[in-house]
């Protein structure tokens, strides 16, 4: 602990210049009388570390003494602040590594590359959730993190639209998409996926695995992935949009919005048909009414008559009595 207390307060240092043993103490949330014994420690290594006094002194280092990250460029800096996300760090239970990173980061370069990095995190911000969403619960993301790393055996209570079951797994890896992470863990021998805010319940079991070394993270997930979506919309409809409908398609699903994005075929008046594919036809009925006398639906027969039923519905829904 105190050595690496040590090391950020020489990063301090030499990122920020003149600090307090004040402000130091309470970077780190310790006492005035530590800060001392550390800079007298670090004096003692060898560190050119010395004290202004007065009212406007504190500890600095000697001008031009830099310790360094080697291989490091500021280009590759500001890349990597870009890339450290504060919230999916701070749920795996990172969020201070990823601080004394970024530190360590800032001190490797000269004094315009700190510029430049630290302007990153001015100007550019990442938010991973989408709109009108909230962040799931994420409690059990630093023990999930700890048994992924350590390859420790898990066993978890998951709740899946079959019911709660009760499971040892071996995890791989987490995996954040838009905005909800998820777990891929070996059970039965085979990698599987389980949304992370479903897991109701956590234990680290004492006992460790062999994790496979031929698995890739990043290729099961694209895999897992597109089989999803290629299971997941299992039909298609064609539709015929006006110009305004050709517009807010782009609304009902990334699919729908690459077709009308790939429109060709219109008519005289402006309209375009395209194929979009489908969930199912409940599904599809719900997200195209919402684009009301914009769209026509041409294809599945199944799909148009669903319309024109909830279309009829809605017409007796709200007829009013004429006198």
């Given amino acids: 602990m105190r050595a690496s207390r040590l090391l950020s307060i020489l990063l301090l240092l030499q990122?920020?210049?003149?600090?307090?043993?004040?402000?130091?103490?309470?970077?780190?949330?310790?006492?005035?009388?530590?800060?001392?014994?550390?800079?007298?420690h670090l004096s003692a290594a060898?560190?050119?570390?010395?004290?202004?006094?007065?009212r406007t002194g504190g500890f600095q280092l000697l001008e031009g003494y830099r310790t360094r990250l080697t291989g490091l460029s500021a280009a590759e800096?500001?890349?990597?602040?870009?890339?450290?996300?504060?919230?999916?760090?701070?749920?795996?239970?990172l969020g201070d590594a990823m601080a004394a990173a970024q530190l360590k980061l800032l001190a490797a370069l000269p004094a315009e590359g700190r510029r430049g990095a630290a302007r990153v995190g001015s100007r550019f911000h990442l938010d991973p959730i989408g709109w009108y969403r909230n962040a799931e619960q994420t409690d059990v993301l630093p023990s999930?993190?700890?048994?992924?790393?350590?390859?420790?055996?898990?066993?978890?209570?998951?709740?899946?639209?079959?019911?709660?079951?009760?499971?040892d797994l071996e995890p791989l890896g987490l995996t954040l998409k838009a905005g909800v992470w998820?777990?891929?863990?070996?059970?039965?021998?085979?990698?599987?996926?389980?949304?992370?805010?479903?897991?109701?319940?956590?234990?680290?079991?004492?006992?460790?695995?062999?994790?496979?070394?031929?698995?890739?993270?990043?290729?099961?997930?694209?895999?897992?992935?597109?089989?999803?979506e290629d299971?997941?919309?299992?039909?298609?409809?064609t539709l015929r949009l006006s110009p305004t409908g050709l517009r807010q398609v782009c609304n009902v699903s990334p699919l729908a919005e690459r077709a009308a994005r790939a429109a060709q075929d219109f008519?005289?008046?402006?309209?375009?048909?395209?194929?979009?594919?489908?969930?199912?036809?409940?599904?599809?009925?719900?997200?195209?009414?919402?684009?009301?006398?914009?769209?026509?639906?041409?294809?599945?027969?199944?799909?148009?008559?669903?319309m024109a039923d909830v279309a009829q519905e809605l017409a007796n829904l709200y007829a009013t009595q004429k006198s």
């Fill in 46 to 54: 060898g560190v050119p570390v010395y004290a202004d006094r007065g």
């Fill in 77 to 93: 800096a500001e890349t990597l602040f870009l890339s450290g996300l504060p919230g999916p760090a701070a749920d795996l239970g």
């Fill in 144 to 167: 999930l993190a700890d048994a992924v790393w350590n390859t420790r055996r898990i066993r978890v209570r998951y709740e899946s639209w079959r019911g709660v079951v009760d499971r």
């Fill in 182 to 228: 998820y777990l891929v863990a070996q059970a039965g021998g085979r990698p599987r996926t389980y949304r992370v805010s479903n897991i109701r319940g956590l234990e680290l079991l004492p006992d460790t695995f062999q994790r496979p070394e031929a698995f890739d993270l990043a290729g099961f997930w694209r895999n897992w992935v597109k089989d999803f």
């Fill in 267 to 306: 008519d005289a008046d402006g309209w375009a048909t395209v194929t979009i594919p489908i969930e199912s036809i409940e599904h599809a009925a719900s997200d195209f009414l919402k684009l009301g006398t914009e769209a026509e639906v041409l294809a599945p027969p199944e799909l148009r008559d669903r």
């Fill in 231 to 237: 299971r997941l919309y299992t039909s298609e409809a």
């Fill in 15 to 40: 990122t920020r210049g003149r600090m307090t043993a004040q402000a130091l103490a309470d970077e780190f949330e310790t006492s005035v009388r530590t800060i001392y014994r550390d800079i007298d």
